[in-house]
């Protein structure tokens, strides 16, 4: 009886509007995700969207300060320290994990401390560091829905391109393949994407949303176009049941997602094993 009350509550709770728009939130980000996370990690890029994320709370610190809406800020901010940050990494000669260090660390402590001075800020800090995806809205669903639709095209438009890029580099550059145009606008939309998923999955947790499916899906996959749709997948599939398990264990949905992916990665490194030893 107690499981049927609990099952009946469940069902009622995903007709609410909030967790509509948060589950299609869900799924649309871990479908952009799975496709730029399945280059990102191929071309060495997990930490710089790591440093990416946490330095976000600095576009979103900014957008408090001023007194406007942090998501409207924090999309060109994103953008515009992805291309800045590409430019150190290719003008200086520091090694590329200490430089995008100081970046992430001095970046949150600047916007911690900007946040103490926001009058009208009320705390909620550890939305913005774990993510609160139910705080989704229509226009987070409609910007999501645009930079799909962007991503899917010129992933879609460029996919010989992208995979020679992430392959060999010289060769492409060899075969007169702009690196440094398909760079930029790469790094464009993988900015974009760490930028609109900080909402739903936090600072601190965006990066693992792109890396950790894309490493699981390298795990269970022979051919580069298997890899991307896998990556996909697995993507959305964690979206999906981590927001089940948030619902219906009351839990944080962007950590429960986070978990779920995790779970499926030690799953992917499990299932050769387990099939070797049937055999």
């Not at 610190?61 to 001023?66: H, M, N, R, T």
């Not at 409207?72 to 150190?88: D, G, H, N, Q």
């Not at 995806?133 to 992933?155: F, K, P, R």
Request: glycine share 8%.
């Amino acid at each position: 009886m107690i499981i049927q009350t609990e099952l009946t509550h469940f069902i009622e709770l995903f007709q609410l509007p909030f967790m509509q728009r948060a589950l299609i939130g869900g799924i649309l980000t871990g479908i952009m995700g799975g496709i730029l996370g399945s280059f990102t990690i191929l071309r060495q890029l997990s930490f710089f969207s790591d440093a990416l994320g946490h330095s976000a709370l600095l576009g979103i610190s900014i957008g408090y300060l001023l007194g406007l809406n942090p998501s409207l800020v924090l999309l060109p901010f994103v953008v515009i320290l992805a291309l800045f940050v590409s430019y150190l990494l290719e003008r200086t000669r520091l090694w590329t994990d200490a430089l995008l260090n100081i970046i992430s660390s001095s970046s949150m402590a600047i916007a911690i401390i900007t946040l103490s001075f926001v009058g009208q800020y009320k705390g909620g800090l550890d939305n913005l560091l774990f993510g609160d995806i139910l705080a989704i809205q229509e226009m987070d669903l409609v910007l999501s829905g645009l930079l799909l639709s962007v991503s899917i095209l010129y992933i879609g438009l460029t996919l010989r391109t992208q995979m020679l890029l992430t392959v060999d580099e010289s060769l492409a550059i060899a075969r007169g393949v702009s690196v440094s145009t398909h760079r930029m606008v790469f790094i464009v939309l993988l900015s974009l994407v760490v930028g609109i998923s900080i909402k739903g999955i936090g600072v601190l947790l965006v990066s693992a949303f792109v890396v950790i499916p894309a490493c699981a899906a390298q795990l269970l996959s022979r051919t580069f176009t298997n890899y991307v749709m896998i990556s996909v997948g697995l993507g959305v599939l964690s979206a999906v049941f981590g927001m089940v398990i948030s619902a219906w264990f009351n839990l944080p949905s962007g950590p429960s997602i986070v978990a779920t992916q995790l779970v499926i990665f030690l799953t992917a490194m499990l299932l050769p094993r387990l099939h070797s030893l049937a055999h």
